[in-house]
């Protein structure tokens, strides 16, 4: 059995040349030693080595270039890639390239060490020294040192990372996005998914996935992760890991991630990484619960204000319900998608909340409104917009309120905007709001039929109402429970 190791060593630091060569020596190493990556490219094809020491930014060739060049020239050799840079993404490219390790530089006489010790392991070489203690050969789950610490320093930006994008944002589809594919960088892993726990508790509903294509969705379920696995077509030796998803001590979910191509363990770096992850997952859950839960009670809040001033006038009651309604169906006949529909739902139930600071004897006078009357009605869709602002919730629902009087032509109010500078949902409010206004009955006239309105709204298609919307409206028939509203079941 050989009794020394044969080592290349690539360096174009004359220092660090001779250290390394001093160093290695000690370990009683036969070493070879080369200023530029070219001619440690020539010594590869002279000689063979046991382990190939480079630096990865050299003159003549790179040490990834030698890194590559090796499999061919000398294959099986560990090739171990000096930096004085901690560039993670770069270390990590060359360990997933192949490399055995990266050594960081300043380097100790304890890190060559261990590296010869390892690669005479390898080798079957005799070390004529004590065996290493088993608690520390398997302390890091097969991991190499170097890597751990450049996995641990990749795992710190990740969860910085998490954390700004924890406060950023209420969308929580984006968010476990966001979260399941750092978790997946940062460990290394090919795939992963966030899973909740149905009502239940029989199934686990994905939220988030990566790495799936179309065999794994959000919005699917799972009996439990093996299913997932299997789901994937992932083989039996991959490995995974699940980590608990858990809000004040209870279980909600977990945090699934596999790797297609590693049969090997994810390091304690990695798990304690995903715990961390997996803690602000379940924060992010908790709080979109908790904002659901506020933005609930204020809007029936509002809702209900509404409909208290609605109640002053048996004319206009339930008027600003009928809205919603109407617009809802404009909607989905105009296939705007539930986002748009959520919008105007709750824009339109609240346009006139507004009203509350117009006086009574003008909200409720049985006749016309004088021009004074008029000008100080046409204030509630600011007063709207104002009470609305100051809800971070409802920020586009405020926006559109204030403009459901604007007209086409530029001639609405309060702000005199035209086109399609007036937001689309503000153009669908401002038709629903008409016609419900025409197919009510008022104190000064009596209602109009749908064919009626839909004609008094053609006429004025183009100039204060959206011609688009309208005829959207003009497709749809009456509900049959409520004959002045449009069907939104359609």
Known sequence: MLDELRVLVAEDNPDILALLRELLEAERCRVTLCSDGASALSRLVEEPFHLILSDITMPGASGLEILDRSNALASGVPVVLISGDVDLENALFALRRGAFDCL???????????????????????????????????????????????????????????????????????????????????????????????????????????????????????????????????????????????????????????????????????????????????????????????????????????????????????????????????????????????????????????????????LTKPGRLTPEEYQRMKEHPVLSWKILLSFSFLQEEAINVRYHHEWVNGKGYPDGLSGSAIPLPARILAVADAYDAMTTTRPYRASRTHDQAISELRAFAGTQFDPDVVEALASLLPSPDQPGAPDASR
Not at 128 to 133: D, F, N, Q, T
Not at 175 to 191: F, H, P, R, V, Y
Not at 242 to 256: E, I, Y
Request: net charge negative; aromatic share 4%.
């Open 104 to 362: 960081l530089k300043p380097f100790r006489l304890d890190d060559i060490r261990d590296l010869v010790r390892r690669v005479q392991r390898l080798h079957g070489i005799a070390e004529h020294r004590p065996a290493e203690p088993a608690a520390r050969q398997t302390a890091q789950n097969g991991h190499r040192p170097q890597e751990l610490l450049i996995r641990r320093g990749r795992a710190l930006q990740l969860i910085a990372r998490s954390g700004r994008a924890l406060g950023a944002t209420h969308d929580l589809g984006h968010l476990m996005g966001d979260i399941i594919e750092m978790a997946m960088k940062g460990a290394g892993a090919d795939c992963g998914a966030l899973l909740i726990a149905s009502e239940s508790g029989g199934t686990l509903r994905v939220t988030a996935s990566k790495g799936f294509g179309d065999t794994v969705r959000p919005g699917d379920e799972v009996g439990c992760e093996d299913e997932l696995w299997a789901l994937a077509g992932l083989p039996a030796w991959s490995a995974s890991t699940v980590v608990p998803l858990a809000v004040r001590g209870r279980q909600v979910g977990v945090m699934a991630l596999a790797s297609r191509y590693s049969s090997g363990l994810f390091s304690t770096v990695d798990r304690d990484m995903l715990d961390i992850l997996a803690q602000q997952a379940a924060m992010a859950l908790e709080n979109a619960s908790l904002y659901a839960t506020v933005e609930s009670s204020v809007c029936e809040g509002m809702r209900a204000l509404v409909a208290t001033l609605e109640a002053k006038d048996a004319y206009t009651e339930g008027h600003s319900l009928r809205i919603a309604q109407t617009a809802v169906a404009i909607c989905r006949q105009m296939g705007l998608g539930s986002e748009i529909e959520d919008l105007t739902r709750y824009a339109g139930a609240l346009h006139d909340i507004g009203k509350i600071g117009i006086p009574d004897a003008i």
